[in-house]
């Protein structure tokens, strides 16, 4: 059964760094073709992806915020990190972590972690 | 960035009524190698994270109902439900996983006439 569950700050300052942990069981990330990905949800709106890491330690950022985030893991301890510096207003959101896998069918965002709200106010 | 555009944004139905969420990519979503068209949806019950219904297209995730199909081509997809059930409220996001970053559309609210 796999299941992923996301922790961190509840409340950060503005310009403040950000940093969120996704520890994860029932499968592992360094098997061929895992990865393990943020995505973000602000109050009342849509879903936006983030970050995805991989097995092999490939990774992808969004675009518009490469230059803020950083996606690591520890695969000793299933557990994945995602840090977003100069923390804004604007990022208050849910985040969540999700699991996706190359099954042959594509890959995409399978299981997700129940999410974590964090609001950025001074 | 690719976009996604999903219409309508608001949909009432009766229960046990039929029910249609189109959703359009800004690029093809269809992988020429194998056929495979990378568009996938999600369901996001009130107070609960999304959860996978379909994907690659037309392919139903396990335990999902056979009441939601999907269907489309390179470019243009539908989310059908056969016949709404009250528990299928909540808002629905279709989503490219064709190349990152991965994007979603604005989501369309299901609700219960």
């Known amino acids: 059964q796999i299941t992923l569950k996301e922790s961190g700050p509840t409340l950060v300052k503005p310009t403040q760094t950000l940093t969120l942990t996704c520890t994860f069981s029932g499968f592992s990330l360094s098997t061929s073709g895992v990865g393990v990905g943020w995505i973000r949800q602000p109050p009342g709106k849509a879903l936006e992806w983030l970050a995805l890491i991989y097995w092999d330690d490939d990774k992808n950022y969004s675009p518009s915020l490469k230059n803020r985030l950083t996606i690591t893991k520890d695969t000793s301890k299933d557990q994945v990190v995602l840090t977003m510096t100069n923390m804004d207003p604007v990022d208050t959101a849910t985040y969540y972590c999700?699991?996706?896998?190359?099954?042959?069918?594509?890959?995409?965002?399978?299981?997700w972690g129940q999410g974590t709200l964090v609001t950025v106010s001074s | 960035d690719i976009v996604m555009t999903q219409t309508p944004l608001s949909l009432p139905v009766t229960p046990g009524e039929p029910a249609s969420i189109s959703c359009r990519s800004s690029q093809s979503l269809l992988d020429s190698d194998n056929g495979n068209i990378y568009v996938d949806w999600y369901l996001q019950k009130p107070g609960q994270s999304p959860q996978l219904l379909i994907y690659t297209l037309s392919y139903r995730a396990s335990g999902v109902p056979d009441r939601f199909s999907g269907s489309g081509s390179a470019s243009d997809f539908t989310l059908k439900i056969s016949r709404v059930e009250a528990e299928d409220v909540g808002f629905y996001y279709c989503?490219?996983?064709?190349?990152?970053?991965?994007?979603f559309g604005q989501g369309t609210k299901l609700e219960i006439k």
């Open positions: 999700a699991h996706s896998e190359d099954a042959g069918f594509g890959e995409f965002p399978d299981y």
């Open positions: 989503m490219q996983s064709m190349e990152f970053p991965y994007s």
